[in-house]
């Protein structure tokens, strides 16, 4: 090998058992990005997931701002770990169910439990 050649770091040839190759899994699995394989998803229910999902976006924002007021008038120490988990507990079953959005329920359950989370960190945040 010269200065010029560079040295092969990953294998060419296919695996021993190529029954056990990752990407030719014949059922996909549920949260994936789409495949250009994959029709796309109706209008309506991107239309709805993408409200939903900025409903709860912009509650999170002022939730945040709401924090920070907060932080600056002296809020105790426990008030923004509480926030942002509940906030984390939101924002994760959201980007979930955009992730599974050729299932045919799945995205509309994720989206309906991203709410509680959200609902509480509001409560939480008004409370103080």
């Not at 050649?5 to 990953?10: D, F, G, K, V, W």
């Not at 920070?68 to 509480?82: E, H, R």
């Not at 924002?91 to 955009?98: D, I, N, S």
């Amino acid at each position: 090998m010269t200065a010029v050649e560079q040295a092969r770091t990953t294998r060419t040839a296919p695996a021993g058992n190529a029954s056990l190759v990752p990407w030719d899994d014949p059922e996909p699995a549920i949260f994936r990005f789409p495949t250009a394989d994959d029709p796309a998803p109706g209008a309506g229910r991107m239309l709805a997931m993408a409200l939903y999902g900025t409903v709860l976006g912009l509650t999170g924002v002022g939730v945040g701002l709401y924090a920070v007021l907060a932080v600056f008038g002296g809020a105790p120490g426990w008030y923004l770990p509480v926030l942002g988990l509940l906030t984390l507990l939101s924002v994760g079953p959201a980007a979930a169910a955009f992730l599974a959005i050729h299932q045919p329920r799945l995205p509309w359950y994720l989206m309906a439990a991203a709410a509680p989370p959200m609902i509480a960190a509001v409560l939480v945040a008004l409370a103080y």
